[in-house]
């Protein structure tokens, strides 16, 4: 993200925009470029108006239509009640929503955001994903989460990255097709989940009733009382990141570098 | 038992953290270059320590006394600056949140900070005893090395003064409004005004001779005791000494001095300092609010004083008061979707001067008012008074009274994390960098626009451009430094120690603000200018590399 953002440069390989090497000519992106870093700081003496004409003028915005676009983005991320306060009050959810509003200040045609939603509660994770979905329809955005919901609620195309690799690049349906028929939902009881857990690649659990209910990623049943479901996306990333692991084990194997 | 490992692993914590850093590897090399230069071979131009210009032959005890004054007198300012950041980084990482939920009380957390402050002061005086001992083989004036002899004064002269500077680090860390730059360059002033007392204190004024008493830097002892031997050999001796003098092309003589014997009751004196140390240590443990956020959240909320004033005013002359309270920013509200206008295209070639005004915008936020009263009190007197209180009293006061807003230049986006943003938005070299120097030098011809509207008035026009030098030359070596450094300490160390040898000293060659005639006759303004260039050609090479690209 950091390279496609231009604040890296790639060891190998290139990246281009409209023809552009971004190594070479990095300004070219950046006047288009919206960037919302996965960890990022403000100036806790500034309060949001003034540290985003700030960032407006950085990014070339002047005075009038930087001060516009400013009142616009804060009604959009829920902040305008809180304007005057210094950003050095703001919580973490508060800080992310200015992080948002700076990524969107110059009406960029390449949107990166990377982990957007994090430290965001449930009512503005779902406005903030409408607001992808609607700017996606007339710019890129590249969006990274872990938040598989996330995803289904926005992406039309998809990378899976696995330590560093692109292990897939495709449309949510086609992610879908891959595992149909390799998940499963199983009913155990409780005694049993622990040894099912080092057997199988178990997308969730739930307690019910009649025992736990287990939803398994694999080519075969777990269970002759096993019944094919509906697949996720959740179900389709956990089936490519274990198949590139080389083996369709528990996902405690699969470790932290693991990103979608 | 309990409490001296937690204590133990406190200190080994903090003390791999730092020293594992590649910055400190720097510190330990330049201690190596530091350590060479301090013993100058014959034809050197300059000497350490002498007395009436002449020196001890390079053997054990001399070798240690010099070591051992530098290990006393300069480095509890370097190695201040270098450890006043043990409770910061607890603070910036959020470790010290995750200590505050621990047993772990204020006075065993500040005691193992303040044994790791020491830990890395005494691994820089290892350096500097090694170095003491190559140098003494390298000079070879005399070959027996004696290691008592050149051990001794390193250790029991550094030892309780680097104690005490560990110590004093941690207070003004504890210490809210001392732990940010006000409180290193208050710390400069405390360690400069205890330079001057204990020097002017040690000896008689009107014969030189230093009265052995048991004082912080320890240095009367061997002092008088080289004052006795030469005076034995040579009564009318000039018994004036100094450390570090050019000679300019005055001669130098030698003499042996065997060193004093470090006894018991000397020993003991010097444990005692480190008592005092530990009792500094001890007492920054009740200022230290112990990662408690609430009490900087008060800090900042009492700093936003006016700003709170505007807002009360609104709300009554709305009538807020009258109806219910708003619902608070970031509830759970049923809102519209979200739209977002289009922009007519934005200037690719990015907007210079909008750039300008935001960063001197930054640069004027967050102070306090007092900071804001007493530089237009600084104006308003530089243009009541007379040209030469202008020069005498309050020019250095303008030139030191920004300090704190100067070092803040170029190290803003690593201090706040904000590099990310601001170096993807289009010209972050040739707009953003310069912007931001510009700001600095606007900013200082603002806050000093009394003292040179002053200088014009009275028509020196050469003192006058002399002073906008300054100006050009101030935010530049801020903004090297920072880009550089990354943190504020660099320029809050180095620039006060350049202000006292430049404007109050009036020492030409430092003379960077066209203080002294002699300086301006030098030609300084001109070597400053060029200076300034390069210090910001520096800075942007410094922010390429940060950029990688």
């Given at each position: 993200m950091r390279i496609l953002a231009t604040i890296t440069k790639p060891t190998e390989g290139k990246v281009t925009w409209d023809d552009t090497d971004i190594a070479q000519s990095p300004d070219e992106l950046r006047a288009v470029l919206g960037y919302l870093p996965q960890d990022f700081g403000i100036y806790?003496?500034?309060n949001v108006v003034e540290f985003l004409e700030y960032l407006a003028a950085l990014k070339g915005l002047d005075g009038r239509t930087g001060r516009k676009r400013i009142q616009e983005l804060l009604h959009i991320v829920n902040l305008f009640e809180a304007?005057?306060?210094?950003?050095?009050?703001?919580s973490g959810g508060m800080k992310q929503r200015v992080g948002i509003a700076q990524a969107l200040l110059n009406d960029p045609q390449l949107l990166i955001v990377d982990e957007?939603?994090?430290?965001?509660d449930p009512a503005e994770r779902v406005r903030f994903r409408n607001l992808l979905s609607d700017l996606a329809g007339e710019r890129i955005v590249i969006l990274s989460t872990h938040i598989v919901s996330d995803a289904e609620a926005t992406a039309t195309e998809i990378a899976i990255i696995n330590r560093g690799y692109l292990l897939e690049h495709a449309r949510p349906e086609r992610l879908l097709q891959a595992v149909d028929g390799k998940v499963w939902q199983w009913v155990i009881s409780s005694t049993e989940l622990t040894a099912a857990k080092q057997q199988y690649l178990i997308s969730s659990t739930a307690r019910r009733g009649d025992g736990v209910h287990i939803r398994v990623v694999g080519e075969?049943?777990?269970?002759?009382?096993a019944q094919a479901v509906t697949p996720t996306l959740e179900d389709a990333y956990l089936h490519f990141i274990s198949s590139a692991n080389g083996s369709m084990g528990p996902i405690g194997a699969m470790g932290r570098e693991n990103g979608q | 038992m309990k409490t001296l490992r937690t204590l133990y692993h406190l200190t080994r914590a903090d003390f791999s953290e730092r020293v594992r850093r590649y910055s400190f590897l720097i510190v330990l090399a330049m201690m190596v270059c530091a350590g060479y230069l301090?013993?100058?071979?014959?034809?050197?131009?300059?000497?350490v320590l002498h007395l009436g210009l002449k020196r001890g032959v390079y053997n054990s005890p001399w070798i240690g006394l010099m070591f051992g004054l530098i290990a006393a007198m300069h480095l509890p300012l370097f190695g201040f600056y270098l450890v006043k950041n043990a409770v910061e980084r607890d603070r910036q990482t959020g470790v010290g949140q995750i200590i505050a939920t621990t047993p772990t009380g204020k006075f065993v957390y500040v005691v193992g900070k303040w044994l790791s402050n020491l830990a890395v002061l005494l691994l820089i005086l290892s350096v500097m005893t090694a170095m003491a001992v190559v140098m003494q083989l390298i000079r070879?004036?005399?070959?027996?090395?004696n290691l008592w002899a050149l051990v001794a004064p390193i250790w029991l002269m550094g030892l309780p003064v680097l104690a005490i500077a560990s110590a004093m680090a941690l207070l003004f860390e504890s210490i809210s409004f001392l732990r940010g730059g006000l409180g290193n360059v208050v710390y400069f002033f405390v360690w400069l005004v205890t330079i001057i007392t204990l020097l002017s204190g040690a000896?008689?004024?009107?014969?030189?001779l230093a009265q052995p008493t048991n004082?912080?830097?320890?240095?009367t002892r061997p002092m008088a005791d080289i004052q006795q031997q030469v005076l034995a050999v040579?009564?009318?001796?000039?018994m004036g000494s100094g450390l570090i003098v050019p000679l300019r092309g005055r001669e130098a003589s030698t003499f042996v001095w065997d060193g004093i014997g470090w006894t018991a009751g000397i020993i003991l004196g010097r444990v005692m300092w480190s008592g005092l140390a530990l009792a500094i240590a001890l007492a920054?443990?009740?200022?230290?609010?112990?990662?408690?956020p609430a009490r900087s959240r008060l800090r900042l909320e009492r700093k936003g004083l006016f700003s709170r004033l505007q807002k009360l005013i609104g709300a009554i002359r709305r009538g807020d008061f009258l109806r219910r309270r708003p619902a608070k920013a970031g509830g759970l509200q049923v809102t519209p979707a979200a739209h977002l206008t289009p922009l007519a295209a934005t200037s690719k070639r990015g907007r210079f001067f909008g750039v300008l005004a935001a960063e001197l915008k930054l640069m004027l936020k967050g102070h306090s008012l007092i900071w804001y009263a007493g530089a237009i009190g600084l104006v308003i007197a530089c243009l009541l008074s007379s040209l030469d209180d202008v020069q005498q009293y309050l020019l250095p006061a303008v030139w030191l009274w920004p300090v704190l807003i100067w070092s803040q230049i170029g190290i803003r986006e690593r201090r706040y994390n904000t590099g990310q943003m601001v170096f993807?938005?289009?010209?972050?070299?040739?707009h953003q960098l310069p912007a931001m120097w510009l700001a600095g030098v606007i900013f200082t011809v603002i806050a000093g626009c009394g003292a040179w509207v002053r200088l014009a008035l009275t028509g020196e026009f050469t003192g006058l451009l002399a002073w906008f030098v300054g100006a050009l030359f101030t935010p530049a070596l801020a903004l090297a430094l920072g880009v550089w450094v990354g943190n504020s300490r660099a320029f809050e160390t180095l620039y006060p120690l350049l202000w006292y040898i430049?404007?109050?000293?009036?020492?030409p060659a430092f003379d960077y603000a066209g203080a002294t005639a002699e300086g301006l006759a030098m030609g300084m303004p001109v070597v400053y200018l060029g200076i300034t260039a390069g210090l910001v050609a520096l800075a942007v090479i410094g922010r390429w590399r940060q950029l990688q690209i």
């Open positions: 806790p003496n500034l304007r005057k306060r210094p950003l050095g009050n703001y957007p939603t994090a430290g965001l075969t049943p777990p269970g002759s009382d | 301090f013993v100058p071979p014959e034809g050197a131009g300059y000497l070879a004036e005399d070959a027996v090395v000896f008689d004024e009107v014969t030189h004082d912080l830097l320890g240095f040579e009564p009318d001796a000039d920054s443990a009740i200022p230290f609010d112990r990662f408690d993807s938005v289009p010209h972050p070299v040739s430049g404007v109050i000293n009036q020492v």
